[in-house]
């Protein structure tokens, strides 16, 4: 059974800094993606970072890009997302999501639905 715990949300000033971590568990696939999305109140769950966990390869949505870095930890089977410069606009519920065999440089890594795990996503909320 794959789970993905996500941890790390809070309360933040405009300009600060926080980290999240997903740590998953369960995951047989021997290539896949770990991806965060956001959503925020009345809007389309968002593409914001991924990860390849063999190679590392990486991407990011423009709006994040230059603010927040993906990392993974392999022997702790976690995916870390560091975001600096935090701006208002990144308020959102932050979900992790896992694919099998999806390349962080298809187009469709940066929609939900090539992914078949999530976490139960955890709230950034960024104060100006």
Do not use: H
Not at 67 to 78: E, G, S
């Amino acid at each position: 059974q794959v789970q993905l715990v996500e941890s790390g949300g809070g309360l933040v000033q405009a300009g600060g800094s926080l980290r999240l971590s997903c740590a998953a568990s369960g995951l047989t696939c021997s290539s896949y993606t770990m991806t965060w999305f956001r959503q925020a109140p009345g809007k389309e769950r968002e593409f914001v970072s991924a990860i390849m966990w063999t190679g590392g390869s990486t991407a990011y949505a423009d709006s994040v890009k230059g603010r927040f870095t993906i990392a993974r930890d392999n022997a702790k089977n976690t995916v870390y997302l560091s975001m600096n410069n935090l701006k208002p606009e990144d308020t959102a519920v932050y979900y992790c999501a896992a694919a099998c065999y999806l390349s962080v440089s298809l187009l469709r890594a940066r929609v939900p639905s090539p992914y078949n795990y999530w976490g139960q996503g955890t709230q950034l909320t960024v104060s100006s």
